[in-house]
């Protein structure tokens, strides 16, 4: 279990530096998403800086689609072909 420390002023410009503006409205719409289907959260920005510092460290949501992790090429479990 990796420990992340959360900035005690954290806003939506501090995410856009941390992160990028495309990779935070990515985790803004995610939670929208979610919200829609009964979830509750809320601190929205504490919830958005934990998934990007994890995704980043794993390369997985945002940054698997955004940095070319596949490369166009099809990955195991991709659908079958």
Same mark, same amino acid.
């Given at each position: 279990?990796t420990f992340v420390k959360?900035?005690?002023?954290?806003?939506?410009?501090?995410?856009?530096?941390?992160?990028?503006?495309?990779?935070?409205?990515?985790?803004?719409?995610?939670?929208? #998403?979610?919200?829609?289907?009964?979830?509750?959260?809320?601190?929205?920005?504490?919830?958005?800086?934990?998934?990007?510092?994890?995704?980043?460290?794993?390369? #997985?949501?945002?940054?698997?689609?955004?940095?070319?992790?596949?490369?166009?090429?099809?990955?195991?479990?991709?659908?079958?072909?």
């Amino acid at each position: 279990m990796t420990f992340v420390k959360v900035p005690k002023d954290l806003d939506r410009l501090s995410l856009e530096r941390e992160f990028g503006t495309a990779a935070v409205a990515f985790y803004f719409s995610r939670i929208a #998403q979610r919200e829609r289907e009964g979830k509750v959260y809320y601190n929205p920005l504490k919830t958005i800086y934990l998934w990007a510092t994890a995704d980043r460290n794993t390369n #997985q949501g945002y940054y698997t689609s955004f940095r070319g992790f596949s490369n166009g090429r099809k990955r195991r479990n991709y659908g079958g072909s």
